[in-house]
């Protein structure tokens, strides 16, 4: 088999029902439970409709930058509920997909794409309803020649997203879940999430104790004038 250019089986896949329950919980406690040191940089943006969430298995993919013939590749391999995620190095000089890619993998019951290089069509994906993460838009498309290889451990500024791993995105960003841990994170994140809950509604009800901050300043030696 010939390293860089290689299709792989995805071996495991985090359960549709564990995805599902994180299409409630906002992605920022989903990074909080996860001690706010998991994330695939501020260069991928949210190209979606607003109020749009993801969550689902990783497909993933490695290509060379501005080709998308794995892509292509991926998108037929995948199944309802996939996320496809493509380390195409960043690169915005070509873009990776467009408008007819993302409407074969509407049809087709993908849940979203994150794209570590640039996209097009960006108005007409918005539109669409697909999940979309990407670090930048062009015009200019891509080729299709490979080399490239799909389901092999991919990284993104550091995030590292091994196939069958959970990805979850809203307007904040994205970030993926090891599928061993994704049961442990979901407990967390629900718990903190119900915390949460509690302190809008004594926000809203003028009961909450903000005596914390000056117990802090204190605690770090701050001198406040009185």
Same mark, same amino acid.
């Given at each position: 088999?010939?390293?860089? @250019?290689?299709?792989?089986? &995805? ?10 329950? @994180? %299409? ?16 695939? !940089? ?5 190209? /979606?409709?607003?109020? %749009? ?18 892509? /292509? ?11 496809? *995620? +493509? ?5 915005? %000089? ?18 979203? @794409? +994150? ?19 990407? %670090?930048? *838009? ?19 500024? !550091?995030? +590292? ?6 990805? *979850? ?15 442990? +994170? #979901? ?12 302190? #809008? ?8 104790? &903000? ?16």
């Amino acid at each position: 088999m010939t390293i860089g @250019f290689r299709i792989l089986k &995805r071996r495991r896949a985090v359960s549709a029902d564990i995805a599902k329950r @994180f %299409t409630a919980l906002p992605v920022a406690n989903v990074s909080d439970s996860m001690s706010r040191m998991t994330a695939g !940089g501020a260069a991928l943006k949210p190209y /979606h409709a607003p109020g %749009t969430r993801i969550a689902g298995p990783a497909l993933t993919v490695k290509t060379r930058p501005g080709d998308n013939l794995m892509v /292509h590749k991926a998108i037929d391999m995948a199944e309802p509920g996939d996320v496809i *995620v +493509v380390d195409a190095g960043g690169d915005l %000089t070509n873009s990776i997909m467009g408008e007819i890619m993302v409407s074969i993998a509407k049809k087709k019951g993908i849940a979203g @794409f +994150v794209i570590y290089g640039a996209i097009r069509d960006a108005e007409e994906i918005a539109a669409s309803g697909m999940g979309m993460f990407a %670090t930048g *838009v062009t015009h200019r498309g891509p080729y299709k020649d490979g080399p490239g290889e799909i389901n092999v451990p991919i990284a993104i500024e !550091g995030m +590292v997203i091994e196939p069958g791993d959970l990805i *979850v995105g809203d307007g904040d960003g994205m970030l993926a879940i090891p599928y061993d841990a994704a049961e442990t +994170v #979901l407990a967390a994140t629900e718990a903190k999430q119900a915390a949460e809950v509690k302190e #809008l509604a004594a926000i809203e009800a003028g009961t909450n104790d &903000r005596s914390w901050v000056d117990k802090a300043l204190a605690a770090k030696g701050c001198s406040i004038e009185s």
